[in-house]
């Protein structure tokens, strides 16, 4: 894990994990900080009142700022005395209190739960009926809409992290026209698979 220092106000602590919006890379989405408590307390608060954080990554100096959207902090005290604070989006978190229907947001440092973690999400944020097995088309569907999905840049650290906001009529319309045009990553859930070996009928 490579640490880049951090600072803000006259204090130092040190980053392990940075995404920030990817045409703006001084609006940070998600943030881990380590060091002494107080100062990483005080990085998290310049942030978070827009004072402002500075920080050189391979050569190039950002002058970070929290993006227009809500965050969790959750913090850890180390037993060495440190203590280590991560920063997310509120949108990122199961059950959100955030109020944006049509948003969330994914984060992940492993690429093999990434469309769990998005049709979990998403699953969450609607009412239409979604079924697991179309979590790889849905994906496919975000991409194809413009604004519907957006890959965060990763400064530091190996997660990874996408916004995503979406017209929920319009998703019902795709998701309707699919099922009418019979493509077969979404009727495949439908189809009559009969008996399932011990005489009662197979739906899944």
């Not at 989006?89 to 059950?95: G, I, R």
């Not at 026209?177 to 009928?201: D, Q, S, T």
Request: a negative charge.
């Amino acid at each position: 894990m490579k640490l880049y220092p951090i600072h803000a106000m006259g204090i130092q602590a040190y980053c392990s994990d940075l995404i920030v919006d990817p045409t703006d890379l001084e609006t940070v989405y998600l943030i881990s900080v380590a060091g002494y408590q107080a100062t990483v307390k005080g990085i998290v608060a310049n942030l978070l009142e827009h004072y402002g954080i500075s920080i050189e990554i391979e050569g190039s100096n950002h002058y970070l700022t929290r993006a227009s959207l809500g965050y969790k902090a959750l913090m850890k005290k180390l037993p060495s005395g440190y203590a280590h604070a991560v920063l997310l989006p509120k949108l990122a978190l199961a059950k959100s209190d955030d109020q944006r229907q049509n948003t969330f947001f994914v984060v992940t440092d492993n690429s093999d739960e990434l469309l769990t973690l998005f049709f979990r999400h998403l699953d969450e944020k609607t009412e239409i009926p979604l079924h697991p097995s179309w979590d790889r088309w849905l994906w496919k569907t975000f991409e194809a809409q413009e604004g519907w999905l957006l890959e965060a840049k990763t400064l530091a650290g190996s997660c990874r992290g996408y916004l995503f906001e979406f017209n929920q009529k319009q998703l019902h319309d795709l998701i309707t026209e699919a099922i009418r045009n019979g493509i077969p990553e979404v009727i495949g859930c439908m189809e009559w698979k009969g008996e399932n070996g011990n005489g009662e009928l197979d739906f899944s």
